[in-house]
């Protein structure tokens, strides 16, 4: 089963670009997918970490950025790192009613595609809108071949 997957649109130095976020109604749905995103085209490739990936932390997503770029034979693809900020109080010590009253949901960071700066998110879209508009998504997993929507 695949976790729920939305394209935010980001702004960087260097223009506009995709990201894939994940959702779930469990953190079992999103638990090992991680997103990498092309330089060169309105691209994001999806892959279903290795388990020796996912364990390995910020160390497994490089070594799975290298096995994605081998196989799919490509120089292209970034890692775009996101960070959350608590923007609401913590809810520590609040009944559930009066925490649903003040709750904000978290902001997100995104590192721009060279990493040393902050992309800013300027529009989000469904998988399905992004693919109908032309993007194209490539699905990676170990234990599968690779599925791509479409060759440009």
């Given at each position: 089963m695949h976790p729920e997957t939305a394209i935010v649109w980001l702004r960087d130095e260097s223009g506009l670009f995709p990201r894939a976020i994940f959702s779930g109604d469990t953190d079992?749905?999103?638990?090992?997918?991680?997103?990498?995103?092309?330089?060169?085209?309105?691209?994001?490739v999806l892959a279903l970490l290795t388990g020796f990936e996912y364990?390995?932390?910020?160390a497994g997503i490089e070594?799975?950025?290298?096995?994605?770029?081998r196989e799919l034979n490509r120089n292209d693809l970034v890692y775009i790192r996101v960070r959350y900020e608590r923007v609401g109080p913590s809810g520590k010590g609040m009944s559930f009613l009066e925490f649903k009253k003040k709750y904000r949901p978290y902001k997100a960071h995104y590192s721009s595609r060279s990493g040393a700066s902050e992309?800013?998110?300027?529009?989000?879209?469904?998988?399905?809108?992004f693919?109908?508009?032309g993007g194209i998504v490539t699905v990676s997993s170990p234990n599968t071949s690779?599925?791509?929507?479409r060759d440009r």
């Amino acid at each position: 089963m695949h976790p729920e997957t939305a394209i935010v649109w980001l702004r960087d130095e260097s223009g506009l670009f995709p990201r894939a976020i994940f959702s779930g109604d469990t953190d079992a749905l999103t638990m090992g997918w991680c997103s990498f995103t092309a330089k060169s085209r309105d691209e994001v490739v999806l892959a279903l970490l290795t388990g020796f990936e996912y364990s390995a932390g910020e160390a497994g997503i490089e070594t799975a950025l290298n096995r994605l770029s081998r196989e799919l034979n490509r120089n292209d693809l970034v890692y775009i790192r996101v960070r959350y900020e608590r923007v609401g109080p913590s809810g520590k010590g609040m009944s559930f009613l009066e925490f649903k009253k003040k709750y904000r949901p978290y902001k997100a960071h995104y590192s721009s595609r060279s990493g040393a700066s902050e992309a800013v998110q300027v529009g989000e879209q469904s998988l399905r809108e992004f693919v109908s508009r032309g993007g194209i998504v490539t699905v990676s997993s170990p234990n599968t071949s690779l599925e791509r929507t479409r060759d440009r």
